[in-house]
């Protein structure tokens, strides 16, 4: 009979004991068939200990905490995919709501539906007065829209084009101050979304104009 005093090697427990084919596959990860390996080896091992040179109760249980704290990580291991399955399924229902509205991405140029241009913008404070310039392919004013007074944070805007063509149209320009004193701003591009989809867990955004964004890419919505 062979004697065993040595600590347990628990680097096989990924592998099953005493089977031969089919289930080992299967098995390898789940907590409950490592503790049953551990278990099978641990009798087997105080069936075959050494007499003269018995493994003391100290390392069983250091051998006992060992195989817990695996089968802990594993069942944590399981429990964390599961979460993370669960939030990428909520993350595409929540983007579907999504499609059909506009994206506010950098960029100045107006987005129009028929003689209607719409535009967004952000101000890093409030402003008394806020001027959007309607700028044309050569350079010229073609109109100045008067917004009033806004409050610092993101705005959208609409301007009725009229007479004006909308394909001579390359930009617009934010003017804003509070008082004498300039307001920051930054002119924001209105983009249809397309569509959404997911890629390794994360939120992609499909536009209309055929650009790709990730979510975090996405300076607002309207």
Known sequence: MTM?????????????????????????????AMQDRFLKLLVAQINNQDPLNPMDNAQ????????????????????????????????????????????????????FDGSTGKGAFTLDGDASSVMVDIIGKNGETL??????????????FEWPAGSIDPNQVAKFSVRATNGSTSVTDAELQRVRI?????SNGAMNIQLQNGRTLAYDQVRGFM
Request: proline content about 2%; glycine content about 12%; cysteine-free.
């Open 4 to 32: 065993l005093s040595s600590p347990l090697d628990l680097s096989n427990l990924g592998t099953t004991v005493g089977s031969t084919t089919g289930t080992a596959g299967n098995t390898t990860n789940d907590p409950q």
């Open 60 to 111: 069983m249980t250091t051998q006992m905490a060992q195989i817990n704290t695996v089968s802990g990580i594993q069942q944590l291991n399981e429990t964390l995919k599961g979460m993370a399955d669960q939030m990428a399924s909520s993350q595409a229902m929540q983007g579907t709501t999504l499609i059909g509205k506009d994206a506010l991405v950098e960029g100045d140029a107006l987005a």
């Open 143 to 156: 109109d100045t829209l008067n917004l009033g007074a806004r409050e610092a944070g993101q705005h959208g």
């Open 194 to 198: 397309a569509s959404v989809g997911l």
